[in-house]
């Protein structure tokens, strides 16, 4: 039997979207989900919160010149809702707040539309938003925007992110002054008194579960009594900020799951969206999917997370979707494709060319090399070579962009000096990009891979008192709590030295570069010693250091 159409109920202060699956109910004209119906569960969103506290889009932003990342929330209550499509197969809602000098300093300055869209037969729906500053408009900053979700703390317990990454987690609750100790950031709690005893001892910090762009497609909660999973999923990355490296936040203690379109988290005022009073700037942002699952029979609630990958996959074949009703979201028949091929020139590796296998290749705005790194305003658009260096970018929406690119395994950035400007419809064959590695020699030593990360190096076990059990014996270690201040007790009286041919880096090199603290609760920079020796130097050459970092955070480093 035929599921039925979707149906749309507008009412003064709601608006209800029902395709038989699932209803959703938005508020009207405030455009923030109030409730979600499913499975037999009148409301898997948190109903102890207020109604705007539960499925919202929302952004921090400041006045241009403000110092610090640190600014207004803004929960994104719109003021007008208009419907722009309804049929059986598809309903499409938007819930708009236009910006005018009367809000000056009471909102930020741009034109809002946040769009939700429901699908026949589809278990769950869309969102995604337009945001428009127009020219002449004040200037301002942006720090971070997202789409929350706060689900229903009696009933979803178990997280997960990765199929290693994933476990039962402590109640908000557990999390209450009077259960919990702070620890050296307000994120970050020791459980003392929880709830559920289990988690006694344990940290819960929700940076813990922060994900790289290029892995986080696909996080949620399941909820074992009914069987119920909430996934959030975002197929594509082609509008987060930064790139394919930049860490977000993905789900964490609330129950609450994140769609995280930027953020300055561990970058700092480096990546703040500056606008300037006469800077026009549109981009769109999503669609992202929240997706609803259930069993009907007594398989383990854990395969909900199975099926909720399985959907996924299905999620970034479809991209870019064929059903947003903007015009702002180009279909795939309006973008265009950029191929070429990869080749790596190192003389000092060897004589011929070398394919760029597993390379990284992306599109992002016109700038200097890596800048794609810091860029936050325009799209991206990346992929990997294959072993023999070829890659194929598809879906780009028109625009000018630089390619850029770099290769694991060789230190530095390589970008294409040509503007590059895909139209639809249309393939751009680059044909053969050489990529030279900085060099003035023969390696004489290096210590850990350059490839923009530290996982290689030593990274050491968690004070016993800050633990959280997921971490255990895991290949994330590094994200167990407190780790920089092993650093002063492995180097109680000096700090590290590094001896070349002798020392072991998978053993000898602390992962990270940290402050050490002091008795006075002070803090003081460390100086790491590395020793070589040379047995013929020439004195008229040139010998370089070069240093490959995989991050820097609110950090000065001198050599």
């Not at 159409?5 to 405030?30: A, E, H, R, W």
């Not at 609450?256 to 006469?278: I, Q, R």
């Not at 940290?514 to 004195?539: P, S």
């Amino acid at each position: 039997m035929a599921l039925q159409g979707v149906k749309l109920d507008v009412q003064d202060n709601y608006v209800v979207m029902d395709n038989g699956i699932l209803q959703v109910t938005i508020s009207n004209p405030d455009g923030i989900v109030t409730g979600i119906r499913y499975n037999g569960i009148d409301n898997l969103l948190a109903v102890e919160n207020h109604e705007n506290d539960r499925g919202f889009w929302d952004l921090v932003w400041n006045r241009a010149g403000s110092k610090g990342t640190k600014g207004k929330l803004d929960r994104i209550e719109a003021t007008s809702f208009n419907v722009i499509l309804e049929t059986e197969e598809q309903v499409e809602l938007s819930f708009t707040r236009m910006w005018d000098s009367s809000l000056e300093d009471k909102v930020v300055p741009l034109n809002i539309d946040k769009r939700f869209v429901m699908l026949r037969n589809s278990s769950g729906f869309y969102t995604y938003a337009i945001y428009e500053h127009l020219k002449e408009w004040p200037a301002f900053i942006l720090d971070r925007f997202r789409v929350a979700f706060k689900l229903r703390k009696d009933k979803f317990h178990y997280m997960a992110m990765a199929d290693n990454r994933q476990r039962f987690m402590p109640l908000p609750d557990d999390r209450l002054p009077y259960r919990s100790q702070k620890l050296d950031y307000p994120e970050a709690v020791l459980l003392v008194d929880p709830l559920e005893p289990e988690f006694r001892g344990e940290v819960d910090d929700k940076y813990q579960y922060s994900c790289e762009n290029k892995d986080n497609r696909v996080h949620g909660w399941i909820c074992s009594d009914p069987p119920v999973g909430f996934w959030q999923i975002t197929p594509s990355d082609e509008f987060r900020s930064a790139g394919p490296l930049k860490q977000n936040l993905t789900s964490h203690v609330g129950p609450t799951t994140l769609a995280v379109m930027h953020s300055v988290h561990y970058s700092g005022e480096d990546l703040l969206l500056k606008f300037g009073a006469n800077e026009p700037w549109k981009k769109v942002f999503g669609p992202i999917f929240v997706y609803l699952n259930s069993l009907f029979d007594e398989s383990d609630p854990l395969s909900l997370w199975e099926d909720a990958k399985q959907q996924m996959t299905i999620e970034v074949q479809c991209w870019p979707y064929s059903f947003p009703v903007s015009e702002d979201f180009p279909k795939s028949d309006q973008r265009g494709t950029v191929s070429g091929r990869l080749l790596v020139k190192d003389r000092y590796v060897s004589d011929e060319t070398i394919p760029a296998n597993g390379a990284y290749v992306g599109l992002a705005p016109p700038g200097d090399v890596g800048s794609w790194q810091r860029e936050v305003k325009g799209y991206q658009f990346w992929t990997t070579t294959d072993q023999d260096g070829y890659f194929s970018i598809n879906n780009i929406r028109t625009g000018d962009y630089n390619l850029y690119a770099w290769v694991p395994g060789f230190i530095g950035d390589y970008r294409c000096d040509v503007i590059i400007t895909p139209n639809a419809g249309y393939e751009i064959y680059m044909g053969d990009l050489v990529y030279e590695p900085p060099r003035d020699g023969p390696t004489l030593w290096e210590i850990g891979i350059p490839d923009r990360s530290a996982a290689e190096f030593y990274v050491p076990d968690p004070n016993p008192l800050f633990i959280n059990r997921l971490y255990v014996d895991h290949p994330d270690k590094f994200r167990q709590y407190g780790l920089w201040e092993r650093y002063a007790e492995l180097y109680p009286h000096g700090d590290l030295v590094y001896t070349v041919g002798v020392s072991d880096y998978r053993k000898d090199w602390f992962f990270a570069q940290v402050v050490r603290k002091k008795d006075d609760y002070t803090y003081e920079g460390n100086t790491w010693q590395i020793k070589f020796k040379l047995d013929c130097a020439d004195e008229s050459g040139t010998y370089r250091l070069r240093l490959s970092l995989a991050t820097a955070h609110s950090s000065e480093l001198q050599a």
